[in-house]
């Protein structure tokens, strides 16, 4: 009898739990409904998928050098015994290790420039399928390829298994970081949410380039090669899950009603979009070329130790956090200033790449370091928000293509640094590059006084707003007219334009609100007669 009591309290407690379950995925349900909720969950998703992409970019700078050189150093000792076992080739010995290093020199730049190498070449396509199918199902596409490439890093035994895995990043990077940074873009409208959502976004590549280095490097001294790739592939695997909880990309939606997005070819020539996408090369220049050569600097300059090479870049996460904030926050109160914005980092950028080869000792590397990485915040996360603006302004609101064009230029900075970077430092100097990185940024600082006036350019009541009025026509659409159902009743409170100081003028001088009154008034003079 008590047995029967108790089984039946614990079934009966159990469909408590199980009913509370339901209620709790019911509310998820429910919540993921709301637009602004279900925008804020992607933005986290993008963020997780931007944050691995780095991280594993970054994570195997400790770990390849090394595991490479034992590789070399195991098949070496195999060839010397199978070759010479009396021991008669001791005297060849030097220039076969010197052979050795210089080959191996070359295996790892080369496996560090193939991901940004392929990024570059598929970049141009994927922002053309991108427009064509959506960011959801390209998202999806890129995290699986991460998934597969940071599975078979963790696994891989020999060169050629690296190199493809490697490849393959720059494969899923392409998809991945386009539609990731395309979707904030067509999720926060407003230029003032886009440019706080794109810095949250920065912060989180910042984090992952800085902190994998040391993250790699300890897991790989304590636990071996495989341990910081199984559990970046874990973080991807529940970012995937997740985007499947939430986005659902293969759910009944039509995207047949979708917008055409203008073909990237145009958008290249456009000289607005140019302009930013030189500056956004040219200020990640320096990272991507003293990345692989600083080292060797620190340790043939100042002695350094393996620590303190491992934590070089770690401190300058803070002051690029830093201006990530402050940049949103200048944007928000003068949005007619990005171009100052953007144009003030490269200064900064190439007044501290000028003072590295002057530092003597570690703790005063930091300082330049970190205002490699500040610049490089304020040219960031004041021109990738103005990408966006460009296309809404100048071409139509689809954003997969323009922001292949952001990752083509990051891609061509880090394809040439591995390469290119240390045969400067071979043949002309480390100081020399740094002086020559430095001038590049500070001549190309004014080109952005092109888009000074670019914030005027933005017209009030196009002829999209006009469409959108009457119905939603795709799948982004809808999201949109309500967002912008529920800001235009806050602008009408506020009484003024989410623009800030820009005018809201069109771009051939057309007044639109001057317009629209004058509509109104003939309507209502023709019901009243």
Known sequence: MNADVGSSGLARSAAVKLSEMGARTKQLGTAMQDPHQQRRVILVIVCVALLLDNMLYMVIVPIIPDYLADLENEQSEHVHVVLHPNGSAYSNGTSAGRDTSNNLDVQIGVLFASKAILQLLVNPLSGTFIDRVGYDIPLLIGLTVMFLSTCIF????????????????????????????????DKYTEEGERSRALGIALAFISFGSLVAPPFGGVLYEFAGKRVPFLVLAFVCLADGFLFLTVIRPFSNRTRENMPVGTPIYRLMIDP??????????????????????????????????????????????????????????????????QWFYGALGLVIIGASSCTVPACKTFGELIAPLCGICFGIALVDTALLPTLAFLVDVRHVSVYGSVYAIADISYSVAYAMGPVVAGQV???????????????????????????????????????????????????????RMEERRTKKKKKKEKGYSSAGNCLPVDENGFDAFKAQRSQSEESSGTEFT
């Open 154 to 185: 963790a696994f891989a035994e020999n060169y050629a298994t690296l190199f493809i895995a490697r490849s393959l990043q720059g494969l899923g990077s392409a998809f991945a970081d386009t539609s990731g940074l395309a979707m904030i873009a």
């Open 272 to 337: 607005y979009i140019a302009v930013v996408a030189g500056a956004l090369t040219v200020c990640n220049i320096p990272l991507a070329f003293l990345e692989p050569t600083i080292a060797n600097w620190m340790e043939s300059t100042m002695h350094s130790t393996q620590w303190q090479m491992g934590l070089t870049w770690l401190p300058a996460f803070f002051p690029h956090v830093f201006g990530v904030y402050i940049t949103v926050k200048l944007a928000a109160r003068h949005p007619n200033l």
């Open 425 to 479: 430092v071979h043949n002309l100097g480390f100081v020399q590059l740094n002086l020559g990185m430095g001038l590049v940024n500070v001549l190309y600082a004014p080109a952005l006084l092109l888009l000074r006036n670019v914030c005027q350019m933005k017209p009030s009541y196009s002829e999209r707003d006009t469409l959108l009025e009457e119905a939603p026509q795709g799948l982004y659409d809808t999201i």
